[in-house]
């Protein structure tokens, strides 16, 4: 059984689901944010990046979820569409894993509420009627989904998958995008680097390039080489503004957790990953909600661009990681 492990979360109360699930998100980030144990802090931090990296597209909320009922999980889907879309069911006695799914429902152009809680409001908008409003997010709910480990029948269907871990591949794919994500790259050879025993950089604009650049030191280690890139281009779309040396400290631990969760996604060995959680160290929860939530889409976007442009996939990509 998928969520047999005893240290795992449930949340099989249905009358306080919505509380627990709230609450337990908030109890994780004050553990991180207060853990003096800079050892167990960074295996925590590292677990929900593992999951991040299975679900890139899901919400950190969501991943975070996941990550404390069910950590092992790969591949995720509700009741339904393990049964209609893939001929697999649910086990007899699997326990569901809980994530907030979005309302999508009429709202009003107004106040923006359903109908029912437009009608129980105090908002007077009577222009068009409702079954004229357009459809909108108007909030989530807990929704039921299962881990492949948890269900029986049919085999997957085997994917089509190019360079899987193949970071010959990967490094071209990334130079592809950049692009795409307004940042120059060169690659220098080691003999002309200047830049002492740092990887890459990400430089200034200049007159000439409006884009962020960013310069990568060559070597033969091409999934290193890969890694460097995503860090770098994490730096790019995430810090190039920032001046403050404390802040930018802060931030070199979100640029390396973004490398991690991309390289992991294409089955990079991205194990030797350092995460410095002590500069997180006595920040509000807030704070690091925040951060959690700048990690996860900027690595949603990277891996998204290098998908759309490119053949390089990773194992395990499918309608279930959506």
Same mark, same amino acid.
């Given at each position: ?178 692009? /795409? *994500?307004? +940042? !120059? ?9 200047? &830049?002492? =025993?740092? @990887?890459? %950089? ?21 999934? /290193? *080489?890969? +890694? !460097? ?9 995430? &810090?190039? =503004?920032? @001046?403050? %040396? ?77």
């Amino acid at each position: 059984m998928a969520t047999s492990d005893s240290s795992a979360v449930s949340f099989d109360d249905s009358d306080t689901r919505r509380d627990q699930m709230h609450s337990t998100i908030e109890t994780w980030i004050d553990d991180l944010v207060t853990l003096t144990d800079e050892a167990r802090a960074s295996q925590q931090f590292q677990a929900w990046l593992d999951v991040q990296s299975q679900f890139h597209n899901y919400s950190h909320r969501n991943t975070l979820l996941i990550n404390l009922q069910c950590p092992e999980a790969t591949k995720v889907a509700g009741y339904n569409t393990w049964q209609s879309e893939f001929g697999r069911h649910v086990q007899e006695g699997e326990q569901a894993i809980w994530i907030w799914a979005p309302v999508i429902t009429k709202q009003c152009p107004e106040c923006e509420n359903s109908p029912s809680y437009h009608e129980s409001s105090e908002c007077v908008y009577d222009g068009t009627p409702p079954d004229e409003w357009s459809k909108g997010l108007v909030g989530f709910k807990p929704a039921a989904i299962f881990d492949i480990s948890q269900t029986e029948g049919k085999p997957l269907p085997e994917l089509e998958t190019e360079a899987i871990g193949n970071a010959d591949s990967l490094v071209p794919a990334l130079l592809d995008v950049a692009d /795409d *994500l307004n +940042v !120059t790259v060169n690659i220098v050879d080691s003999e002309d680097w200047e &830049h002492g =025993d740092a @990887k890459g %950089v990400c430089k200034q604009r200049s007159f000439h390039d409006l884009n962020p650049v960013i310069e990568v030191k060559a070597r033969t280690n091409q999934a /290193d *080489l890969a +890694v !460097t890139l995503v860090h770098e281009y994490a730096h790019a779309l995430l &810090h190039f =503004d920032v @001046k403050d %040396v404390d802040e930018r400290s802060k931030r070199e631990v979100e640029a390396e957790a973004v490398a991690y969760v991309v390289g992991r996604y294409f089955e990079l060995d991205t194990n030797g990953s350092a995460f410095y959680l002590a500069a997180w160290q006595g920040e509000q929860p807030e704070t690091v909600t925040n951060r959690l939530g700048r990690i996860r889409h900027t690595a949603n976007e990277i891996i998204t661009n290098v998908r759309e442009q490119s053949a390089v996939k990773a194992p395990g990509d499918s309608s279930l990681s959506t």
